[in-house]
């Protein structure tokens, strides 16, 4: 079974997580698609366009694979782009934006453990949840409910504000 965290973040507060992110450990973040390879990979604190992300700490061992997206896709304008192939079973975090602009759909942090590994994990799963809750823990102390839904995200300052504000 997965595990995940409810979030909501703006482009400020993403600029601090991802702070945290890469002082916790070494990571790699990578958009969920891109027009080639090369531009899958956030190097900066700045994650830019899209809204879904994954997020690699790189002691654990995996190849990112990629694939291009056949004619028949849905979205048009991704048609030829590259898609990370391999990431049921990896090491990794998925990071999906807030829908601030699609009626506050909350966004998620979510690893998948074993729940697309019928097979297994190829990495230690103890050791990347301990570091999955070091993640969550900031979150959770980084972040506030909103006090019209306590059962809702968690809305770092920022995102908080914008949400108060409403």
Do not use: C
């Amino acid at each position: 079974m997965g595990r995940q965290i409810a979030i909501a973040m703006l482009p400020e507060d993403e600029s601090q997580f991802v702070g945290f992110l890469r002082d916790s450990a070494d990571v790699r973040i990578f958009r969920s698609s891109a027009p080639s390879p090369s531009q899958h990979e956030v190097l900066g604190a700045d994650l830019g366009e899209g809204s879904k992300f994954y997020i690699w700490p790189t002691a654990f061992e995996w190849e990112p694979e990629f694939k291009q997206f056949r004619e028949s896709v849905a979205v048009a304008r991704r048609q030829g782009w590259f898609y990370l192939s391999n990431t049921s079973a990896a090491p990794v975090l998925e990071y999906y934006r807030h829908g601030f602009d699609q009626g506050q759909v909350p966004g998620r942090l979510y690893w998948g453990k074993t729940f697309a590994a019928p097979s297994g994990l190829d990495y230690d799963p103890y050791a990347f949840e301990a570091w999955y809750e070091r993640v969550v823990r900031w979150l959770r102390k980084s972040g506030r409910r909103h006090k019209a839904d306590q059962s809702g995200p968690y809305y770092l300052p920022h995102a908080l504000a914008q949400r108060s504000a409403a």
